[in-house]
């Protein structure tokens, strides 16, 4: 990127931070190059300091050759002026800011021609006395100054805030104006009877510097904060121009004679100063008055204080007047006009202050609404649901009824159809209970969890009517942007209460209710009752203690149950199913805690204890295949792979002795059979559980060659009975012909009479598994009762992730 004088990258390069010599006036030299080229500063000090020699010659001399000198080195000042404000204007970065420059290059323009002029033709030396033409550039310097640091200036807010400033700079202007006619102007009056004919001219100037220099101080508090540097300058010669111009104007006054070199030394110092601002780069970029910041909530302040700061001058003039006599009538009026305005500017800022003030209410009203509510769908959010209930709402304290209800599985629709359709659902949803709770509460808790509070409704058997209405609601498909729709269900609990007054008991009731309304298949509602206080209490003992047998040894324990090769009778392979003798309790079958294992986590460790005791078993018995099942959650975990990986190679197992068997909802979603497909990569075989009651489609087995299907209890359970049978019977064999076709090998689970198992062997089934054909046995039994060597479990610990 090009980084010209304007741009940030030009602007103070703290690689000029330290003086390359290291020492202070290295160091000096250093600072000041971070604010204006060494080279120009030095040019322009060069000038200056020739320019006061000048003046000091032609002061003591008087002749034309020390004036025609002067006026050289005032020229040269001027041109190094007109080169900085040249530049700058090349890399200005907004139109306006260009203008300023233009006007800045248009004063010095001025000053040059005025100068130039004045060398040629000695004559016409607007400094001499007697108006000349030379006047009227010399007359446009102060206002083209003033334009340009005008420009320079941040840009109003509004109209009411540029109208501010106006009547700021008409009590700054009338100020100075009283001050100055008193001091300076009624002199030049009182004395025109004597005087000369320059003195309108004179008074002209001096008046004209005045109200630039007002203007330009009041530029400089809205500078911009790049171009900071440059208006003060600016300002500065501004002063100087004046000191100069009065000096002139006091030249003209009988009695009253200040050296000519006074005009001479402002004038040159007013170009030097023109010439710094020019060349001075632009200071860091940003317009915003951070009250935070002390410096900048300074500067406001001054800014606010600036007219009645005005007002201390005119205070004293008056004073003086007053004591000495001459308070006349252009005082008195100048001073009305003052007080007027600044009493209007007052008003004005009063009745900002009150809109500020309503502003500041709607604001804050604003903000409450939203630490009230949830974003996403406009319901309350939790903490306004909560603040509602303790008592800031007339509902607080009255009867109520209270559904908690909680979308199922929509973690699924996040993963398959992505983030976006998942707001929307939640949005559709919103709306639907929000509809659905007319004159009550209705908030959106976390996630996928909503709260509704039906108040004055206490009958239960009218609040599972509002349940059942909402769960209806909610299963009503919902039109996506894509043209799709997309249909969702809830489980929903249940609780009724006299008075609302402990709202977060009342909503944790709800809960608990909805948490067995999952647990008891989703989908439904499910009422509160005081047992369900002590089943939560009793899941969260046993999560715990499943957290601590998890840490021993000796509670979890691993069974193999074999699956046989129907053709022939023999030992395919056995499938691990887990135990947890628990102290207490005693032997635990896994309904009793996976669910637990998977809503806590823990599921993940207690895979890999099961999964490393599978594989020392299958390595203890030569030809072994070993089947693990695995959860939603441990295919979701990123370094499933890894641990399989890993648990293979500590055993010495070739992949294909190891079978992963998950139930087939897992294949609705793209990601898991992903998963599914790198474990085949892998070598290991895959096998669909359950298969035929879940929500698998044919279509995505054919992304799994080679799988097993395992084909539901449910299916071989009636397959020996008359009524029953045939419908199952055909099932099954539709089932078997699917699989082959696709390739797969069919296993048929829960296989415990003779008849069953001889109808499976008819319908073409390849495996079978049940008590019939055997039954669990702990790990090391099994290795025994197989012949198999010594079982020796190794690697129990997951995979680091490092190893993924
Ligand atoms: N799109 C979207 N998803 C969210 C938002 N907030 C939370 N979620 C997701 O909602 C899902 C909630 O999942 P859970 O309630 O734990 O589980 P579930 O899949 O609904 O299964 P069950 O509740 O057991 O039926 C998580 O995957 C969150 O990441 C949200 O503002 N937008």
Redesign the pocket.
Known sequence: MASGPDSVAGAYPRSLDRGADGTTAGRLVARIDRRIPAPALATIGALLVASLAAVAWSTADGGTAATVVLRQVESALVVVAVVGALRRRRTASTAVERAGWTSLVGAAVAVLVTTVAAMLAPHLDARLGAPTPLDLPSLLVAPLVLLGVLLFARPTRSAAHLGRIVLDAIAVGCAVGIVGWYLVVRPFVDGRLAAQPSQELALAYVAGDAIALGLGLLALLRAKRHLRGTVACSALGLGALLASDLGRGFEVLPGVAPPASVTEIGWALAMALLAIGAWLRPGPRGEHVALSDARARRAWLWWLALPYLFLMPVAGVLLVGAVVGDVDGPMIAGSAIVIAVLGFRHVVALRENAELAQRLAGSVRELEHRAAHDE?TGLLNRGGLISALRGDRPIAGRPAALLFV???????I?DTLG?AV??AV?RAVGERLRFAIRAGLAARFA??EFVLVLPGVVDEHAALGHAQEVLELVERPIPLADGGEVVVTASVGLTTTTSLADGETIVREADLAMFEA?QGG?ARVQVFEEGLRERSADRVRLEQDLRRALAREDEIEVHLQPLIALEGDRLWGAEALVRWRHPERGMLAPGRFLAIAEESGLIVPLGHRVLAEACAAAAAVPDLIVSVNLSARQLHDPLLLATVRDALTAHGLAPDRLCLEVVEDVLVDDRTIGVLEALRALGARVAIDDFGVGASSLKQLRRIPGALVKIDRSFIGSLDTAEAGDDDRVMVRALVNVAEQLGLQVVAEGIERPDQLSAVRDLGVTIGQGWLLGHPQRAAAFVTSCGGGPLVRRGTRPARRSAA
Request: net charge neutral; no cysteine; glycine share 12%.
């Open positions: 996403l909680d979308l199922d599985r929509f973690k699924a996040n983030h998942g707001d939640l996630g996928d999952k989703r």
